[in-house]
């Protein structure tokens, strides 16, 4: 329980221009513009966009800005504006086949039909400060490609499932789909909640349990089948016309996890999917996602709960970091009346217990050497 505080408000207005003037910095120094933001800090408007469920970089841009770069704030503030918006319809669902493909790697096969494009990507560097960066130098142009990446390239998981390798992906039944932005989330939860949940839940969080469920926790070695980032196209169809228009362009980025899976009495053995989609260009949080997701199908599966990563409602009740953020930082205000309750209750049960104080352990700072 915490209670109102009244008085403060002078000290609250200061904290507030405070922080404003910590936001700015030295007056001296340029200030950063959200042209600045979104052209240079492209990959932290990524995700701020995709776990706050709204594509807008201008707006990601402004809450970086305004969140002095804490990326979770900065969700925070994008995930709450996003509830002050109307809804006035729901796009056709993308077809990520027809993805403008800017990078395309697969760690299963090595002479992929369509070929391996690296694009851009942290991958192929060394992973040591870049001193240059300091001097703001001019940035060489990248060579272009000779030709355009071919849209209809297969997918790695549709040459297994030519062969019966992999498990076939079942289409949804035509109701209308789980919104998890406008319902609340109950157990057991089916895929689509599961990963509506997931692609909007904190990357750290997904990443820590996909790694646990590589070193043990999970019995679960997965393969990067297939990632994917590029622009792909929305379209919309008003009531009014009754047919799609393209509203505009998105980054999304898709991975494909496959999967080992030893078979049932049922199901013959065969390799399994996990499955990851994100805004922006977000692989990192692509593959966890994708791991974890298929750490989630224990059910599906016919597996065994052994692991925290495959506990569906611990996993699917923390993910969201607004919602923990909001738990965490609660323990600031004010909560007087428990603590003298305790306070109280600490006393009572000592004097009960008749404790000698001069039986109390020193802290080691009080002992001497001598002792």
Known sequence: MYVAVKGGESAIKNSQELLAEERRGDKDVKELTLDQIQNQLSLSLDRVMAEASLYDRELAALAVKQSCGDLVEAIFLLRAYRTTLPRFG???PIETANMSIRRRISATFKDLPGGQVLGP???YTHRLLDFSLAANGDVPEAMEADGTVDRNMPRVTDLLNNEGLIEEETAEDDNEPFDLTRESLKFPADRPARLQNLARGDEGFLLALAY???RGWGRNHPFAGEIRMGELSIEFIPDELGFSIE???ITITECQMINQFKGSSDIPAQFTRGYGLSFGHNERKTMAMGIVDRALR???LDEHVQAPAQDEEFVLSHSCNVEASGFVQHL???HYVDFQSELVTVRALRG????????I???ISDITATE
């Open 212 to 214: 646990s469920t590589q």
């Open 361 to 363: 352990v020193k802290p």
């Open 298 to 300: 224990t059910r599906e």
């Open 247 to 249: 509203i505009g362009e």
């Open 352 to 359: 009960e217990a008749n404790i000698d104080e001069t039986n």
């Open 121 to 123: 990507s942290f991958d």
């Open 90 to 92: 729901t796009t056709v």
């Open 332 to 334: 600031k205000l004010p």
